[in-house]
């Protein structure tokens, strides 16, 4: 019977606090995770910036934490990162790119840069082998893969990698749109930011950033609202589903072949 018990106390402990956020732990059950074997971290980068009238200004925040939890639960021992939210976005002034609408949120590509050479350097002191970034946004692609270069030369021979897993972005450019394309949704309509794919993949991920009302209305979106190269009127949580699926496989694929090549 105290066996039992026991077994019981363990089992209600664990599940009291299964979760894959680092944010929702306690440092020690942080620490047991690590000596449990869940020793990859996955830093997920967002973005804020405008997203057209009819979506958040928030929608890479939440949309990359939701995909980091399924590619984390799908890696099995991954903990994940708070969201990096504060990302280059173009210059102030005069402003270019997304700095042309209010909301959006720049830093310089070196303070970006130092964020997540420090926030990896961190993760590495507390016990963790694997730290991966994973970005939803365009403008840093580049930037995760010189950090991971950068730490892995001077972690040489620790044991302890960086990984900059740019085929999460990639295929949400590439096979996301490829699969909306096969469904009979031209690039016209697709578009690159704000339009189809974009809502789309929104809908399927954190729907309640996407403003119903406005999207009825979208049929004239343009460039001035801050949508670009498309229409998302058509957009949906089933079309968005297809660059789910494609994201997190694809991601889990590529991390796994990182860990199994050192």
Do not use: C
């Not at 005069?94 to 609408?101: R, S």
């Not at 070196?110 to 964020?115: G, I, K, L, R, V």
């Not at 970005?135 to 960086?162: C, F, I, M, P």
């Not at 309509?189 to 954190?206: K, N, P, R, S, W």
């Amino acid at each position: 019977m105290r066996a039992l018990l026991f077994v019981l106390f363990i089992l209600f402990s664990t599940s009291a606090h299964a979760t894959v956020f680092l944010e929702d732990l306690t440092w020690t059950e942080l620490r047991g995770e690590i000596a449990a074997g869940s020793t990859t971290i996955i830093i997920p980068i967002g973005g804020t910036e405008q997203n057209g009238p009819h979506m958040a200004l928030g929608k890479h925040n939440a949309r990359v934490k939701f995909l980091a939890e399924k590619i984390a639960v799908k890696l099995g021992h991954t903990i994940v990162a708070p969201v990096i939210a504060y990302v280059p976005e173009g210059e102030i002034d005069p402003p270019t790119a997304h700095m042309k609408f209010p909301g959006t949120i720049t830093i310089p590509d070196a303070t970006f840069n130092q964020m997540l050479e420090s926030a990896a350097k961190s993760f590495k002191h507390a016990g963790f082998k694997t730290i991966v970034f994973i970005g939803d946004h365009g403008s840093y692609q580049s930037n995760e893969t010189a950090v991971a270069t950068k730490l892995n030369t001077q972690w040489k021979a620790s044991g302890v990698r960086a990984f900059a897993a740019i085929e999460y972005y990639a295929l949400a450019q590439g096979p996301y749109v490829e699969a909306l394309l096969q469904k009979g949704h031209p690039k016209s309509e697709i578009g690159t930011h704000a339009a189809l794919a974009d809502t789309a993949l929104q809908l399927a991920t954190v729907p309640n950033m996407v403003r119903h009302e406005k999207l009825a209305q979208s049929g004239s979106y343009a460039a001035a609202d801050g949508v670009y190269g498309g229409n998302p009127k058509n957009a949906s949580a089933e079309l968005g589903q297809l660059g789910v699926d494609l994201i997190v496989d694809g991601t889990v694929t590529a991390i796994q072949n990182f860990l199994n090549h050192p």
